[in-house]
């Protein structure tokens, strides 16, 4: 036996040991389960999702019905596959599935439970998107921003007359991107993208690794031998991420108090002066906000903002440039349009 085999061997020994005694023995006590395929030691039913995870999953849902169990892993899931058990699930209930599972790439990208997106649903997770709703998306600050959208879709429009008129290819989508990275820095940092700091590239890797399926997030004792190499680079990636924002921040904290009140007041200029307070004075469990919350909730504003927007003002710029060829009137839906895209998330 070579010794590659027997390590493999071994580890597969090793695991399953680890599994066996991971089980839990009152079998009496645990609830009962919706209906599902048999799962095997460790991998659970893993291995049926195969390379098309939705076509699997449906060819399941027509074998073991609506609601049905599966083992992903070491991870309980229900699969719900039509409208009236989802609806159960989203609306009647929707307050106690409101959590999102606790996956490894929320504690080295979005600073743990520190965020939104990732936070377990209870006091913390209303008190902080309270806190963005009423400080940061409501209607009179996004309004607030009214000129500087404006300013900027006018560039964009201004540039594709051009590139019309000079019957030049145009890409699309990369122009609106651009227009949304520019409209969101200008909104969360004040300022338009700065060379300096490669935010783009690292939001792109965090998309990239939250949208991976991470072998530690169903086999946890896995985890430490990080076989995909993942945990390396979501260290990496979070590592620059938070010098990144820890550098801007100190740049705004660095400007003085009566140079701010002559500029509008962006996102992090507006959490910087929330800072050490707390979130809710009048709950018995009081929040205070600190450096970490802060760069929690930028990470998902500009999360928002980047992972969706931008597809959707490509379909709102070709629907309206098909409607009229008339550049005022389109710049003006589109500033009113496309321009809250933070808000709208």
Request: charged share 25%.
């Amino acid at each position: 036996m070579s010794p590659l085999t027997l390590a493999i061997f071994l580890l597969l020994s090793i695991l399953t040991f680890i599994h066996i005694l991971s089980r839990p023995k009152d079998h009496k006590n645990q609830p009962k389960l919706p209906p599902g395929p048999r799962s095997l030691p460790i991998i659970g039913n893993l291995h049926m999702l195969g390379s098309l995870p939705h076509r699997a999953l449906h060819s399941l849902a027509k074998k073991y019905g609506p609601i049905m169990s599966l083992r992903l892993g070491h991870v309980p899931t229900i699969v719900v596959s039509s409208p009236q058990a989802a609806e159960l699930f989203l609306k009647t209930h929707d307050t106690i599935f409101a959590s999102r599972p606790k996956l490894q790439v929320s504690e080295y990208l979005a600073y743990g439970t520190k965020g939104v997106a990732f936070t377990e649903y209870g006091s913390y997770w209303r008190n902080i998107r309270k806190l963005c709703t009423l400080q940061l998306l409501r209607v009179s600050k996004i309004d607030s921003f009214a000129p500087m959208r404006k300013e900027e879709v006018g560039s964009l429009v201004q540039s594709l007359k051009k590139a019309a008129a000079a019957h030049e290819v145009v890409d699309l989508s990369g122009k609106v991107c651009e227009l949304n990275e520019e409209t969101t820095c200008r909104m969360i940092f004040g300022r338009s993208s700065d060379d300096r700091f490669d935010l783009k590239t690292l939001i792109e890797e965090a998309f990239t690794l939250a949208g991976a399926s991470n072998l530690a997030d169903y086999v946890p004792y896995l985890g430490a031998l990080d076989l995909q190499g993942l945990t390396q680079r979501m260290k990496k990636c979070g590592k620059a991420l938070d010098i990144v924002l820890e550098n801007i921040i100190k740049e705004h904290e660095k400007i003085p108090s009566s140079d701010q009140q002559d500029r509008e007041t962006n996102f992090i200029d507006t959490l910087l002066s929330l800072m050490n307070q707390p979130m809710n004075p009048h709950d018995e469990q009081v929040y205070i906000i600190d450096r970490t919350n802060i760069k929690a909730i930028i990470i998902d504003m500009i999360s928002g903002a980047y992972d969706t927007s931008a597809v959707s003002k490509v379909g709102i710029v070709k629907v309206k440039g098909e409607e009229r060829s008339d550049g005022k009137q389109n710049e003006e839906e589109e500033e009113d349009s496309i321009g809250r895209g933070i808000s709208e998330r």
